[in-house]
């Protein structure tokens, strides 16, 4: 069963910076959907982010302009740039991996923590 692990979370102010990674415990071919997810308390998870094998990516609204995803094939890893951070913006941060096969995975989560 393949594992993903995300790292790069803590605590920053508002106005500043983060970079998320999430890495699959072994590799995984045929990758289609790369994703962002995140959970703050008391609310649904939501996704952020997403970028395609092909390399188009979708933004929620809400860090269109502040936050930009990418993908290292090679390394099957997905990235998470986040900046101009905002108190709204903490909250647990998922990374998900789709196949064209089917392979549906999730990260444990990474914290991540605005302060105002």
């Known amino acids: 069963q393949v594992q993903l692990v995300e790292s790069g979370g803590g605590l920053v102010q508002a106005g500043g910076s983060l970079r998320l990674s999430c890495t699959p415990s072994r590799s995984i071919f045929g990758i289609n959907a790369m994703n962002w997810y995140r959970q703050a308390p008391g609310k649904q998870r939501e996704l952020v982010a997403t970028v395609l094998d092909g390399g188009s990516t979708n933004y929620a609204n809400s860090v269109k302009g502040r936050f930009t995803i990418s993908r290292d094939n090679a390394k099957n890893t997905v990235y998470l740039q986040m900046n101009s951070l905002k108190p709204e913006d903490t909250a647990n941060y998922y990374c998900?991996?789709?196949?064209?096969?089917?392979?549906?995975?999730w990260g444990q989560g990474t914290l991540v923590t605005v302060s105002s």
């Open positions: 998900n991996f789709q196949t064209h096969w089917g392979l549906n995975a």
